[in-house]
C-alpha cells in the first residue's frame, strides 16, 4: 500500500509523541513492503534527506504561529495528496479533523488519530477550547475511521457522538542502553536519580514533582526533562527553585532519551490529560519503577505493575516518593512487572500490525 502520515512535525522526531509514533510506524510499514510518506513543517525538521529510514520525506510550509501551525501546515499537506494516489492516509490530532475530507475528494479512506481531549490542556484559551471540541465532532464524519489510542478516549468518543472508534494504543521499545553520556553531561550517576519527563505545562504537574521532591530526604537527584514552547512564566517559576538536586535538562531526544530512561531510580507520571502517554510506556519499557498520577488513562496502561499518587490529597506524592526513595527492592519488583506488561500490550511490532490490519481494511472498503 500507498501510505501518508501528517498533521505532525514531522521526523526525526525531535519534539513529541507523535512525531515519534510516525518515526517508530513508518519504517516499520517500509519493511512490511509498504510505500510509506511522512509529512513535515518546514519551520520544524533541518533534514536534508529524501528519505528517512525508508520512509519518503516531504517537507511542507506552514505558518509558526501557536494556533496555526498545525491545521495550516495539515491542510496544505491534504491538499499536496490530492494527486499523490494513497491508498490511505493517516491525519494525527483531532484539530486536523476539518481537513480529513480534502483527501475523500479523490476516494482515498482517512484515519484520524485523535489523541486524548485537547481542549482540557489550560494552554488554550476559550476559544482554542471550543475548536477542540468542534474538531471532536468533526472528526466522527470527515474522516473515514477514528482511532483512539486509550479505551477512556475509545468510550468518550462512543457516549458523547454515538461514534464507534478503533482502538490501537501507543508503543514502546523494551531494554535500556548501555552509553551514558547525557549523564556525564549532566554529572548523574546510574541508579542515583528520580526522573520526569514531559511537556512543562501546568496540567503535567512538573510543578507538584518538583514541590514533593523538595521534601524528600535522599541524596539522590531528580531530572526534569522538558520543555514547553509557550509557557515561559510557568517554566521560570519551576527554576526559582533553590534545591540543587533538582536538575532541568530541556528536551532530549534519540539516545540521550534514552540513557535518561535506562538509568533512572524510578521514573514519574505527573500527567492528567491526553490519552496514551508515549513518555509513560517508555518509561516501563526501560524497566522503570513507575509512580503514576492516578487518573483512569494512568490506570489503564500500568495497571497493578506501578505506583499511583493522588494530586488530590496532600503530600501524597512525597510520601509515594519517600517510600520507593527507602525501599529498593519494591522498585526493582515493579520496574520487572512494567516490562512483562509492555511485552503482552505496548510492542510497536504489535501496534504496527494493528495499523497494518486497519489499512487494508480501509482499502478494503474503500474498493468495495
Request: proline fraction near 4%.
Amino acid at each position: 500500500m500507498r501510505i501518508a502520515i501528517m498533521g505532525i512535525r514531522g521526523i526525526p522526531a525531535n519534539y513529541g509523541g507523535f512525531e515519534t509514533f510516525a518515526e517508530q510506524l513508518g519504517p516499520r510499514l517500509v519493511q512490511r513492503g509498504h510505500d510509506v510518506t511522512v509529512y513535515g513543517r518546514s519551520n520544524i525538521i533541518d533534514y536534508d534527506g529524501r528519505y528517512y529510514k525508508g520512509v519518503r520525506i516531504i517537507i511542507l510550509p506552514t505558518i509558526s504561529h501557536k494556533y496555526l501551525d498545525t491545521v495550516a501546515h495539515t491542510f496544505v499537506c491534504a491538499l499536496h495528496a490530492l494527486r499523490e494516489h494513497y491508498d490511505v492516509i493517516v491525519i494525527c490530532n483531532s484539530a486536523n479533523a476539518y481537513c480529513a475530507w480534502i483527501p475523500r475528494l479523490v476516494g482515498t479512506p482517512v484515519a484520524i488519530n485523535v489523541d486524548g481531549l485537547e481542549w482540557k490542556r489550560s494552554k488554550w484559551n476559550r476559544l482554542g477550547r471550543r475548536f477542540y471540541q468542534h474538531s471532536e465532532r468533526l472528526a466522527t464524519f470527515t474522516a473515514t475511521e477514528i482511532v483512539t489510542d486509550a479505551r477512556e478516549i475509545e468510550q468518550y468518543y462512543l457516549d458523547k457522538f454515538n461514534k464507534r472508534s478503533t482502538y490501537i494504543p501507543y508503543g514502546t521499545p523494551i531494554g535500556k542502553v548501555d552509553s551514558r553520556d547525557v549523564l556525564d553531561k549532566y554529572n548523574l550517576e546510574p541508579g542515583k536519580y528520580v526522573l520526569y519527563v514531559s511537556r512543562l505545562e501546568p496540567e503535567n504537574n512538573a510543578h507538584l514533582v518538583v514541590e514533593a521532591f523538595e521534601q524528600v530526604k535522599t541524596d539522590m537527584k531528580c531530572v526534569i526533562v522538558g520543555d514547553a514552547p509557550y509557557n515561559g512564566r510557568y517554566i521560570e517559576n519551576l527554576k526559582k527553585t533553590t534545591d540543587p538536586r533538582i536538575v532541568f535538562t530541556g528536551y532530549v531526544f534519540g539516545q540521550g532519551y534514552r540513557e535518561f530512561q535506562s538509568n533512572a531510580y524510578f521514573y514519574v507520571q505527573g500527567t492528567e490529560v491526553g490519552g496514551t502517554h508515549p513518555a509513560l510506556l517508555e518509561g516501563m519499557g526501560h524497566g522503570n519503577c513507575v509512580l503514576a498520577n492516578d487518573v483512569p488513562e494512568h490506570r489503564e496502561v500500568l495497571g497493578e505493575a506501578g505506583v499511583y499518587f493522588s494530586t488530590h490529597q496532600n503530600g501524597d506524592l512525597t510520601k509515594k516518593m519517600q517510600h520507593l526513595l527507602d525501599n529498593p527492592d519494591l522498585v526493582r519488583s515493579y520496574g520487572e512487572k512494567a516490562v512483562e506488561r509492555i511485552r503482552r500490550h505496548y510492542t510497536w511490532d504489535k501496534i504496527t500490525e494493528d495499523y497494518e490490519k486497519l489499512f487494508y481494511k480501509l482499502r478494503r472498503t474503500n474498493s468495495g
